[in-house]
């Protein structure tokens, strides 16, 4: 399967969660009673029961050229059109569960759009990645929203390998994001594309803040410019080169994101890792309860005259139990940031420890303390 990471979208990162997917192993111990329940419910997919839809299922594997290694079934569903990979962590086989509405709406080329959908989030272990609901914390939960949208863009990309046609792919969006067929539907994209820019210009949208899914008019417009790429064009052996390089169609994917769901998370990221820098640096320079003139001019360098200032005259009128109440906060605030804003915090306050003078080692030994609350 590591021939697909090519395709993964570039915020959909696990690690940034600690998640390290090739440590991910599926137990040697298998429970299958969830496969009764499917069973004894749902119409389990074959050639001689549903065989449209066996048809796009394999459809789906030709093209993606792997092994189906899936059980499939269709559910009763009349109102909702939707799919899901059911990958059960005990099971001998993950499970993709479609509903009857989505058998109805779409089509054998649309449905192949949805099905190597489903099929990527389990190449992509999506099922390892924290669910945003868990998080009571606002910062861990606006950050796992954004993982989780960017592993539908992801998803999408698969689908439309899956697919083999822009169009479909599109037209399956739409269908889905809509509820209609093509009796009700006209497929000009460009007026999609249209409402997307109006969606634009009315700015931060807090529905689409909280949503684990990228609305859909990004996601018809991230599957147009993927169809542009040089990874794209190699896959389907066009002879052409392409637009873009992947990398570049990531930024703009993120940028058109942005535009939607604000700045909030990488504004609410960077507050927090300010404070803890500055904190735990003020922390370090204190350490042997002496604050010198050129540590002064070294925290004046890095977080300015005027904060400094500020911290100057908080430390006549406050003890050392306050400042360690506000370095243990921050530093308890910053153990929920990402992998790399952890990194970064870790590297700065490691360079003020080796600079700031005084006894080296119990600044050291400060420094892995205030670590061990980034867990």
């Given at each position: 399967m590591d021939f697909f990471e090519k395709y993964r979208f570039e915020k959909d990162n696990p690690e940034e969660f600690g998640i390290d997917l090739k440590k991910f192993r599926k137990s040697d111990i298998l429970d299958e009673s969830h496969l009764s329940n499917l069973l004894s419910h749902s119409i389990k997919v074959?050639?001689?029961?549903?065989?449209?839809?066996?048809n796009s299922i394999d459809g789906v594997f030709k093209n993606l050229k792997i092994d189906n290694q899936f059980n499939f079934f269709v559910t009763?569903?009349?109102?909702?059109?939707?799919?899901?990979?059911?990958?059960?962590?005990?099971?001998?086989?993950?499970?993709?569960?479609l509903t009857s509405?989505?058998?109805?709406?779409?089509?054998?080329?649309?449905?192949?759009?949805?099905?190597?959908?489903?099929?990527?989030?389990?190449?992509?272990?999506?099922s390892t990645y924290p669910?945003?609901?868990?998080?009571?914390?606002?910062?861990?939960?606006?950050?796992?929203?954004?993982?989780?949208?960017?592993?539908?863009?992801?998803?999408?990309?698969?689908?439309?390998?899956?697919?083999?046609?822009?169009?479909?792919?599109?037209?399956?969006n739409l269908k889905l994001a809509s509820g209609l067929n093509e009796k009700y539907l006209n497929f000009k994209f460009s007026s999609y594309l249209d409402q997307l820019r109006e969606l634009e210009t009315h700015g931060k949208s807090d529905h689409q803040l909280w949503s684990t899914h990228p609305s859909f008019l990004i996601r018809v417009q991230a599957l147009i410019w993927f169809s542009m790429t040089k990874e794209y064009h190699e896959f389907f052996e066009t002879k052409k080169k392409g637009n873009y390089k992947i990398s570049d169609v990531d930024i703009k994917i993120e940028n058109s994101i942005k535009k939607i769901t604000g700045n909030e998370v990488t504004n609410s990221n960077k507050e927090i890792l300010d404070r803890a820098?500055?904190?735990?640096?003020?922390?370090l320079y204190l350490n042997d309860k002496n604050f010198s003139k050129y540590?002064?001019?070294?925290?004046?360098?890095?977080?300015?005259?005027?904060?400094?200032?500020?911290?100057?005259?908080?430390?006549?009128?406050?003890?050392?139990?306050?400042?360690?109440?506000?370095?243990?906060?921050?530093f308890l605030e910053a153990s929920n940031l990402l992998k790399k804003d952890k990194d970064f915090l870790i590297q700065e306050l490691t360079n003020i420890q080796i600079k700031a003078e005084g006894n080296k080692i119990k600044k050291k030994n400060f420094l892995i303390k205030l670590l061990n609350y980034l867990k």
């Open positions: 074959s050639r001689d029961i549903l065989p449209t839809v066996q009763s569903d009349t109102f909702q059109a939707n799919a899901v990979c059911s990958l059960m962590s005990l099971s001998s086989k993950p499970e993709i569960i509405k989505l058998i109805e709406l779409l089509n054998e080329k649309e449905l192949m759009f949805v099905i190597g959908h489903e099929v990527a989030h389990y190449i992509y272990q999506h669910n945003p609901n868990m998080y009571v914390n606002r910062i861990s939960k606006l950050n796992s929203l954004n993982l989780s949208r960017a592993a539908e863009i992801s998803a999408d990309r698969i689908g439309f390998l899956a697919c083999g046609d822009l169009e479909f792919s599109l037209r399956a820098l500055m904190w735990g640096s003020l922390k540590e002064q001019k070294q925290f004046i360098s890095k977080f300015g005259l005027k904060k400094t200032n500020k911290i100057l005259s908080l430390l006549k009128i406050s003890n050392l139990e306050t400042l360690d109440g506000k370095v243990k906060t921050a």
